[in-house]
């Protein structure tokens, strides 16, 4: 108890010497803020008022450090409360004890931060392992690499004609030449879609219609331009969802073959009815959105 009181008076002198401090530091600002005044009825030379005007600063400067030396020897004169090992906002846990927390919520408030920096710790780890593991600056010779990229490119073959082989009714892969990691998928006579790969990750989706054009002037294909069918466009905006949705880079070959089969859903998109409300046609559109789980169709206004 002798310690508490001991503890509770230093802690009165430290406020008194803080406001004492923040006073000292006021004058100092108004010091420098109000400078070396010149007016021309003053008998007082300008060599004088600078030299005055530099002894006020002085003053005011050595009173901050006098007041700062004595706030430190106070703080450092203070008995450290030792809080249980189980509590893990340390002293701050001791906020707990406030009474009137409706006036003064800090605890809650740290509370929360406390939980959300947490979190950030946590999806920073895993962040940061996901970037290590795919990491590309790594310093390695030419006939590594070229070893590498010859078994991406025969993994990412193996894929696609897995792929072909088991959608070989509906859906055909195919790789666009002249551009690498760029492939058309045609789905039938529903539509075909440019996807843009980067190693085996799916970075971009464009879904046109049979008769679009899908090449520019050089003869190179467009995988920016977005189709002028308004059905199109929303397949095109739930494809880049579910690029996002199935997007593991730790596990990128089951990614690409979930993206493919959600995209093969598509294949009776003008012939089955939504599963919500039964109807073929919303807004003059069939059901555009296919769920990434079940695969079933939605409309965009009956999405669960």
């Not at 800090?106 to 946590?122: C, G």
């Not at 679009?212 to 059905?231: A, C, F, G, H, P």
Request: net charge positive; with cysteine; charged share 20%.
């Amino acid at each position: 108890m002798a310690g508490e009181s001991e503890n509770s008076k230093l802690l009165m002198l430290s406020i008194f010497l803080v406001q004492k401090l923040r006073e000292n530091v006021n004058k100092t600002f108004s010091c420098l803020h109000e400078g070396v005044m010149c007016g021309k009825d003053d008998d007082v030379s300008f060599d004088g008022k600078v030299k005055h005007f530099i002894t006020h600063l002085q003053h005011n400067l050595c009173s901050v450090n006098d007041n700062i030396s004595e706030l430190e020897k106070l703080s450092n004169s203070i008995v450290k409360v030792h809080v249980s090992q189980g509590s893990s906002l340390g002293v701050t846990g001791l906020l707990s004890l406030d009474p009137v927390l409706d006036k003064t919520p800090l605890y809650q408030q740290v509370l929360q931060s406390y939980k959300w920096s947490s979190k950030l710790k946590e999806h920073a780890s895993h962040a940061y392992a996901l970037l290590n593991h795919h990491c590309t600056m790594r310093r390695s010779s030419s006939i590594g690499s070229k070893k590498r990229k010859i078994q991406q490119n025969l993994t990412m073959e193996q894929m696609v004609s897995t792929l072909n082989r088991q959608y070989m009714d509906i859906m055909m892969i195919n790789k666009v030449p002249n551009m690498p990691n760029v492939y058309q998928v045609t789905l039938g006579r529903t539509f075909y879609a440019i996807v843009g790969l980067r190693r085996l990750l799916i970075e971009r989706v464009v879904v046109r219609g049979q008769h679009e054009n899908i090449y520019l002037d050089d003869r190179m294909v467009d995988i920016w331009t977005l189709s002028r069918y308004k059905v199109f466009q929303k397949i095109t905006d739930h494809a880049t969802s579910a690029m996002l949705h199935y997007h593991l880079p730790l596990k990128a070959e089951m990614c690409f073959y979930s993206f493919m089969k959600w995209l093969h859903s598509y294949q009776k998109l003008f012939s089955t009815p939504c599963r919500h409300c039964g109807q073929f046609l919303q807004d003059n559109l069939p059901p555009t959105w296919h769920d990434f789980r079940s695969l079933l169709p939605f409309h965009e206004g009956c999405r669960q």
